[in-house]
């Protein structure tokens, strides 16, 4: 059933290649949890000890907040076709904004987009594998291109205004840093 490995095998990078959707987990001390749904092309494995993934604006913006207080993250893959299985890596998470030192490094592995927000990287220190038999089967028919057809529409401006307006503080009121960090505060 479950097993645990200190790092991503060829098969398991293989499994996270082919997957449509993926879940993120993070936690403050206090306060809420945050489990977020994410698509499109916007992970990438770097190397058995590294993820990375584009983080699109959205109404919230609850894992960079938690992330700056507490840096641990789970990230799962769920087959929901094929062979059962459920995999997860955990580690410390480094939030990057577009002015950081490292955001050039990471940017260039993921589409452009207007709506990029963040970048999550993942030092993995466990990954762990269990079987998924009672996941159910789903059907993939696509990704939603809804949000790049409102983040085009908004604009770079659109999207900044954004931002200071609902994406500063967590559910709990945790800061983001998204002003500071992306030099909207000036």
Same mark, same amino acid.
């Given at each position: 059933?479950?097993?645990?490995?200190?790092?991503? %095998?060829?098969?398991?990078?293989?499994?996270?290649? !082919? =997957?449509?959707?993926?879940?993120?987990?993070? $936690?403050?001390?206090?306060?809420?949890?945050?489990?977020?749904?994410?698509? /499109?092309? +916007?992970?990438?494995?770097?190397? $058995?000890? =590294?993820?990375?993934?584009?983080?699109?604006? /959205? %109404?919230?913006?609850? +894992?960079?907040?938690?992330?700056?207080?507490?840096?641990?993250?789970?990230?799962?893959?769920?087959?929901?076709?094929? +062979?059962? @299985?459920? @995999?997860?890596? #955990?580690?410390?998470?480094?939030?990057?904004?577009?002015?950081?030192?490292?955001?050039?490094?990471? *940017?260039?592995?993921?589409?452009? &987009?207007?709506? *990029?927000? =963040?970048?999550?990287?993942?030092?993995?220190?466990?990954? =762990?594998?269990?079987? /998924?038999? +009672?996941?159910?089967?789903?059907?993939?028919?696509?990704?939603?291109?809804?949000?790049?057809?409102? &983040?085009? !529409?908004?604009? !770079?401006? /659109?999207?900044?205004? #954004?931002?200071?307006?609902?994406?500063?503080? &967590?559910?709990?009121?945790?800061?983001?840093?998204?002003? !500071?960090?992306?030099? @909207?505060?000036?």
């Amino acid at each position: 059933m479950g097993k645990q490995f200190s790092e991503l %095998s060829d098969k398991h990078i293989e499994f996270i290649e !082919k =997957q449509n959707i993926y879940f993120v987990a993070t $936690a403050a001390e206090n306060g809420r949890v945050n489990l977020s749904p994410k698509g /499109g092309d +916007s992970l990438r494995v770097n190397n $058995a000890k =590294q993820i990375a993934w584009m983080n699109l604006t /959205g %109404s919230g913006n609850e +894992s960079a907040s938690h992330v700056i207080k507490n840096p641990r993250m789970t990230v799962m893959f769920c087959a929901f076709e094929g +062979s059962p @299985l459920i @995999l997860r890596a #955990y580690g410390h998470t480094t939030v990057l904004h577009p002015k950081d030192k490292n955001w050039n490094h990471f *940017a260039p592995l993921f589409p452009e &987009s207007v709506a *990029a927000r =963040q970048i999550f990287v993942l030092d993995v220190d466990l990954v =762990q594998s269990s079987c /998924g038999m +009672s996941v159910p089967y789903f059907t993939y028919e696509g990704d939603r291109d809804d949000l790049a057809n409102w &983040s085009a !529409k908004q604009g !770079k401006e /659109g999207m900044e205004k #954004y931002w200071l307006k609902k994406n500063q503080k &967590s559910i709990d009121g945790f800061e983001t840093e998204i002003a !500071k960090r992306m030099g @909207l505060d000036e």
